[in-house]
């Protein structure tokens, strides 16, 4: 529902596809700061921590429609590449927050060390997206038109391939 609505938005010029992405992305990004914030201020209420988590995740979703397609946006061509290369360093957090958290309910596990580690993930996130919001684009970039150095990079007819290189992220 949120792709189409954004899709609309762009498609019908009123909102450029840099704010949509930008917008989408906050809402994801600050939406799940409130939800992480709800967690640590519900305290022990399972009920209201279960609602918090799964506002969080399901807010989570904008992303979807603001950083990823981002990438696309920004370079059709090696828009694989780059997803591999913000996915590996998004993943790290996989390694990282047991070791954070471990290290902070060692011996401890009370509901203050959890809120501490709900409040580093929140402002990790709060963090990640005024960053975005200030440097991301959506326009499409300079060195993602480079030509290929070799003239052959494929099979492909070069009727096909020029046809590839007509990309339009809205249709």
């Known amino acids: 529902m949120v792709a189409y609505v954004a899709d609309s938005l762009i498609r019908r010029e009123i909102f450029s596809m840099n704010f949509v992405r930008k917008f989408c992305n906050s809402v994801s990004g600050f939406g799940t700061v409130l939800g992480l914030i709800g967690v640590c201020l519900s305290g ?100 993602a038109d480079q030509e290929p150095s070799s003239d052959v990079i494929s099979h492909v007819p070069k009727e096909a391939a020029d046809q590839r290189k007509k990309y339009n992220s809205i249709h």
């Open 44 to 143: 022990c209420d399972v009920s209201l921590n279960k609602f918090f988590f799964i506002f969080a995740i399901a807010i989570g979703g904008f992303a979807y429609n603001g950083q990823n397609l981002t990438l696309l946006d920004m370079s059709p061509e090696y828009a694989g590449t780059l997803l591999g290369i913000t996915n590996t360093i998004a993943n790290l957090t996989g390694f990282l927050t047991p070791l954070v958290v471990g290290a902070l309910t060692d011996g401890r596990n009370t509901l203050h060390q959890w809120r501490i580690a709900f409040s580093i993930t929140a402002s990790l996130l709060a963090f990640a997206s005024f960053v975005f919001i200030f440097f991301s684009t959506s326009n499409k970039q300079d060195w």
